[in-house]
């Protein structure tokens, strides 16, 4: 089986368990093993000897902050016989070592993270109806391949993956992480990668995680934009664009002329046939552009353009034609408003049809929703959920799997951990580029708290 086969063999859902008021209940039964990817047996060498407990600690403690620690919740989903998978939220530690002996004993094969509550979760039993209220939690998104499904043209559905279709993750990755950080002034955000076939972000500003639910659902509708169905293509666009949506086009359409258009990529302007397709797409109002194009298009001299010179042309044709020029525009003088707005926004929804985020905001926008871990491994793939530092040299595929770190480890000694393997980069690559400038921030902060006390007080 080649390696794209095998990446491409897996179809489950990967959704976090409903967050449904419960403490342990069986869900839905756990799937046939597709390979021993992720055995009890390996799991257990993961958490005992890999698992980054440090690093997972140091930030969600936010400088050993043990109060914030010890309300945050922690969900694990066992399997305590093969085939039954039991779901437990309101797991709370006091300690990273609390947290290390409690998933080293019961091996979870999925840790979920929760909000950081008013009271320790573990305590809810005890408190009255309505006591224990989410008060932190950071602003975290989640984009999946699945919903690209529409407009994947490389053969994957669903769960399965390929190098092509990952091309969408970067997409999303570039235009959000740009719009939190230069729209909303965000500076702490840490992306990682599923396990599987998506990306997660967490922003881990104060201001960010103190964002109520209501906050929380407008910053994801920021993020929205209507991209059609199959029974209704139309991307619903305002004309002139709003600024993020203008900017978040100049960063797309590079990728999408390199990534989607040729038939290395999707294939949409690679083959007479898709080009043909590919022009159909345009709003009747620009049926003279159609015409005129569609002869080369699909001629004998198809091959004397590229795909990206195609584009180019089209967006040529349809600019002249809206202008009036080269005495194919007379139609465009009866045009109504909202055709001529659908028009000079066509090659914007082309490119966002294809290459914008498309969020899942039930997971923005509550701050009891839970999330899966960082560092856990993805129970059908056996791939560690790691840190994404540069996405545009992140490929999915090379991420480490159980089985080739159980064989890294047999080859070091028994006190290695991973920093002897080949999740070294990935770990040391969050803890630089994230997890430190987090804490120094918090550190300047605690500072700058303690000096303002002390002018108060006198206390020098």
Known sequence: ???????????????????????????????????????????????????????????????SNTSIFSKREFSFTIEPVPDEEIYIRYQSFTTQEELAQAIV????????????FSHSPKEKDTLQ??????ELRELVFDVDLTDYDGVRKCGCTGAQICRVCWGFMPMAVKVMDQALREDFGFEHIAWFYSGRRGVHAWVCDEVAKSLTDEARHAIAGYFEVNLGSENNKEVQLANPLHPMLAR????????????????????????????????????????P????????????????????????????????????????????KNMSTKERNRLENWPVEMVFRHGYPRLDVNVSKARNHLLKSPFCVHPKTGRVCVPIVDVDSFNPFTVPTLPELEQELIKLDA???????????????????????????????QRDAAEQKAAITGDF
């Open 1 to 63: 089986m080649t390696e794209m086969e095998l990446e491409t063999s897996f179809a489950e859902d990967e959704d976090a368990p409903n967050t449904a008021s419960v403490e342990a209940a069986v869900v839905s039964p756990a799937p046939a093993s597709k390979a021993a990817t992720c055995t009890p047996e390996l799991l257990k060498m993961y958490y005992s000897r890999l698992f980054p407990f440090s690093l997972l600690y140091d930030w969600l403690s936010y400088g």
């Open 105 to 116: 004993k019961r091996c979870p094969k999925k840790i979920d993270i929760g909000a950081v």
């Open 129 to 134: 109806s309505g006591q224990l209220k989410p």
């Open 248 to 287: 978040a086009y100049e960063l797309l359409e590079p990728m999408f002329v390199e990534q989607v258009l040729p038939a290395t990529g999707h294939g949409l302007l690679a083959t007479p046939e898709n080009c043909q397709a590919f022009l159909d797409e345009l709003p009747e109002a620009a049926a």
């Open 289 to 332: 552009v159609r015409e005129k194009l569609l002869p080369h298009w699909t001629s004998s001299k198809f091959n004397n353009t590229t795909p990206a010179e195609k584009w180019e042309s089209i967006k040529e044709h349809l600019s002249a034609f809206l202008s009036a020029k080269k005495g194919v525009a007379k139609a465009a």
């Open 415 to 445: 006190s290695a951990d991973w920093k002897q393997t080949s999740l070294k980069d990935y770990f040391q690559g969050f803890e630089n580029s994230f997890l430190n400038p987090l804490m120094k921030e918090i550190r300047r902060k």
